[in-house]
């Protein structure tokens, strides 16, 4: 499973790229605000600075939400770096727009996925990523796990090259689970990968490894 770090905070990035285990980045205008990246200007030169700390890939969204727009916000975006994935939202023109790319060599990130039939719709139209929001169905009481396997099962049937991006992921079993399903790629904080390290045996155990290595040295 490839592992995303959801986040436009470079350090955040760094520190995940240095843990040798990052495979890509997903970012979103909510992320961006976050980092206080305003302006087209801002906003693409941090997508660039984002694609010279990783060596995968990229999603960068599109805000437009018609054909046309969608379409020219994509091509700039695709063009900014061999990275960059363009992500586009789970509309009626979302798809079209989606076709038109993967028609045209451009790689794309269907988000804001909350069904089986929208990811079915996604994988039909050619997105190279689907993203499922598993945190935000488990926000309403709804089983945000069960929808990535019931995707897992249409993908399999049906033998689609759309990887499914678990995102929304909150934590650190969030992760563990979307690999026992068979996720493709999740997408989560620093802190759910981080939190893959933890276990207190570890700890224990070393604390006494070093306690006796003392005792004799």
Do not use: W
């Not at 997508?47 to 969608?70: H, L, M, N, Q």
């Not at 770096?81 to 269907?110: L, R, W």
């Not at 039939?117 to 089983?143: C, E, H």
């Amino acid at each position: 499973m490839k592992f995303f770090i959801d986040t436009a905070n470079l350090d955040q990035i760094k520190e995940a790229q240095d843990l040798g285990v990052l495979d890509g980045v997903t970012t979103n205008p909510s992320l961006m605000a976050k980092e206080g990246i305003t302006g087209k200007d801002n906003i693409i030169e941090h997508y660039k600075k984002i694609c010279d700390i990783v060596t995968g890939d990229v999603s960068a969204e599109v805000i437009s939400t018609d054909f046309e727009g969608i379409i020219k916000e994509g091509e700039e975006l695709a063009k900014l770096h061999d990275q960059i994935i363009v992500k586009v939202p789970m509309i009626k023109e979302g798809v079209k727009a989606i076709k038109y790319f993967s028609d045209n060599g451009i790689k794309t990130n269907c988000t804001l996925v909350f069904s089986v039939g929208q990811a079915l719709l996604a994988a039909k139209a050619g997105a190279t990523y689907v993203s499922p929001f598993i945190g935000r169905l488990d926000d309403i009481s709804t089983d945000g796990l069960n929808l990535i396997a019931e995707i897992r099962m249409v993908y399999d049937n049906y033998n689609f090259d759309t990887q499914i991006l678990a995102a929304s992921v909150r934590h650190t079993m969030h992760v563990i689970d979307c690999a026992k399903i068979g996720a493709d790629v999740m997408t989560g904080p620093l802190s759910s990968i981080e939190g893959l390290l933890k276990h207190p045996l570890t700890d224990i155990g070393l604390a006494k490894f070093l306690a006796d290595y003392k005792k004799g040295n």
